[in-house]
């Protein structure tokens, strides 16, 4: 048998191949994670999920108390934006974070080799001017902003995901470009610091992918709040002067076009697979047509001792998601049996309120077969009331034969904690009637769930 440097390499620290390369080495391999950036964690702890939740965080608090929410519970207080500090907390919580992976890859023994990695064979990674083999090696390289064509990203003017995070003032006018996840989150910080914020959507809807109920009263939602769509839209061109921007729109299926001024723009119209430069054709590797290393069921790429998760492959892009993979993948590698469900994924939006689904759609679960549909609104939900929190609904779609739960969206101030319940019960199998039963503490927003549940076969009570 060969004598590998490493049992195992993984290619990419985010929330994938940190994942695998903890749960390889706690199963007794030797691993290595090549890694570029300055820090662990990949572009969700470092440019993603965390510094976005921290300035969405801090945001609402500002906006609770610039938009009357507090005065209107009897906490009467004028807020001062004191936007370094914010960026501030941002970073702290990035950088303690990005930290803890370090400390767990020490924990853990695992060697981070610092610098690029590429493919010289099957076995081999070259790292800056050194080589390292493996008997397996996980591609986790993640995803990178998508560009749009014609359209420079400079990080000041015209920004991505990154630079929309790190804006040294609140623009008077952001254009967001793209009404998906990052697009609404981010256009969300801004708008609750005082911008303007216009989003120009290609699609008739904004957030694609989500149920069709879920998308329309999420607009309604975000144009209370004050944001403006212009969907069916699309930029044709963005002239930079100075620090100012000036996008060319015009409808999506032709027709004259407009322009529209801004202070800050954000590209956000998807993510692409990080596969440039890996050296994929040394190792006969082609990328699909989405730029995607294709897998098969237990994440192994066309070549047997090559495996691949997270971002790069197809399936959502989301950061459980990878780090679900990342487990799998390496008791795959193991020779133990690493399983993931991609049917039941959840998918959350951290807006006001938030917005969240595991699932089916309405729509695709119809296309299926016979369905039955319980909805519940949050201005019934009696916490939810209290709170001053009337928006949203709990949507439970199940099979009109077996009632078994297909999917189930919730828009509600924590929905991104109430859909694991719905994630669990469908795991397990569960019907609508499962969840009806279940004591759910009251008063919670998760009563919400139970009331949805009971009105897919019956009556609710609240309504
Ligand atoms: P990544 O996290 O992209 O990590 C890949 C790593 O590999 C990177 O650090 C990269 O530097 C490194 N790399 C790439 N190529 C090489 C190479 N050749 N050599 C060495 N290193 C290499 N998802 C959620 O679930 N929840 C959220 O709230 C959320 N918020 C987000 C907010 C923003 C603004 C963005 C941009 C994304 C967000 N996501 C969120 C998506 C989430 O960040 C990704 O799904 C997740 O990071 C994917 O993990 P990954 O391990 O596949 O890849
Ligand atoms: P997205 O795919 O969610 O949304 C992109 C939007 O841009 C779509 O609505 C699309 O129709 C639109 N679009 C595409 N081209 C356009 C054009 N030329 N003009 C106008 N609109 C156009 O992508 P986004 O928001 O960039 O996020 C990327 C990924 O990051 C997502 O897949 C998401 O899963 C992940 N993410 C997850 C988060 C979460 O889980 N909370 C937060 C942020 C990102």
């Known amino acids: 048998m060969a004598d590998y440097d490493f049992d195992v390499i993984v290619i990419g620290s985010g929330p994938g191949g940190y994942v695998a390369a903890i749960r390889a080495a706690q199963l007794g391999l030797r691993t290595a994670c090549v890694e570029s950036r300055e820090t662990l964690g990949g572009t969700c702890l470092n440019v993603g999920c965390i510094p ?32 370094p500090t914010m960026h501030g907390q941002r970073l702290d919580a990035v950088k303690q974070l990005t930290g803890g992976i370090a400390f767990l890859f020490k924990k853990n023994k695992i060697e981070w080799l610092k610098g690029t990695g590429s493919f010289v064979d099957k076995n081999t990674v070259a790292v800056g001017d050194k080589s390292y083999t493996a008997k397996d090696i996980v591609i986790a390289t993640g995803s990178s902003v998508t560009p749009l064509p014609g359209v420079t990203i400079d990080q000041k003017v015209v920004v991505d995901s990154t630079g929309a995070l790190e804006l040294a003032k ?3 006018h952001l254009v967001v470009i793209g009404g998906g996840v990052i697009g609404l989150e981010l ?140 487990i799998a993948v390496a008791e795959n590698i193991a020779g133990q049996t690493g399983i993931v469900n991609h049917d039941v994924i959840p998918s959350v939006v951290y807006t006001w309120p938030e917005i969240a689904g595991v699932g089916l759609t309405e729509e695709a679960a119809k296309e299926k077969g016979e369905i039955k549909v319980g909805k519940f609104p949050m201005l019934a939900n009696s916490r939810a009331k209290t709170n001053h929190e009337p928006d949203g609904f709990v949507k439970v779609i199940a099979d009109a034969k077996s009632d078994r739960v297909l999917g189930v969206w919730v828009i509600a101030s924590v929905a991104g904690t109430m859909i694991a319940q719905a994630a669990q019960a469908m795991e397990f199998g569960a019907t609508s009637e499962d969840i009806a039963y279940t004591c759910h503490a009251h008063p919670t927003h998760s009563e919400a769930i139970k009331e949805a549940a009971m009105g897919v076969r019956g009556k609710p009570i609240h309504i």
């Open 187 to 326: 256009g969300s910080v801004w708008r609750r610091l005082g911008a303007k914020v216009t989003c120009v959507e290609f699609l008739d809807q904004i957030l694609p992918g989500f149920d069709g109920d879920v998308r329309k009263e999420a607009n309604k939602i975000f144009k209370k709040q004050g944001i403006e769509f212009k969907l069916s839209t699309k930029v044709t061109g963005v002239i930079v002067k100075g620090d100012k921007a000036t996008l060319t729109v015009e409808p999506a299926a032709g027709g004259s076009a407009e322009t529209i001024e801004a202070d800050a723009v954000l590209v956000s119209i998807g993510r692409r697979p990080n596969t440039d430069g890996l050296g994929l054709d040394k190792v006969g590797i082609a990328p699909n047509a989405r730029g995607q290393i294709e897998i098969d069921h237990d994440f192994k790429t066309s070549v047997p001792n090559i495996w691949a998760i997270g971002d790069v492959v197809p399936g959502p892009m989301l950061a459980h998601k990878a780090e679900d993979e990342g």
């Open 170 to 172: 609140v623009p008077a």
């Open 52 to 83: 976005s939740k921290a300035m969405l965080h801090a945001s609402e608090y500002f906006d609770a108390a610039a938009n009357g929410a507090m005065a209107k519970m009897g906490i009467k207080v004028t807020p001062e934006l004191d936007l």
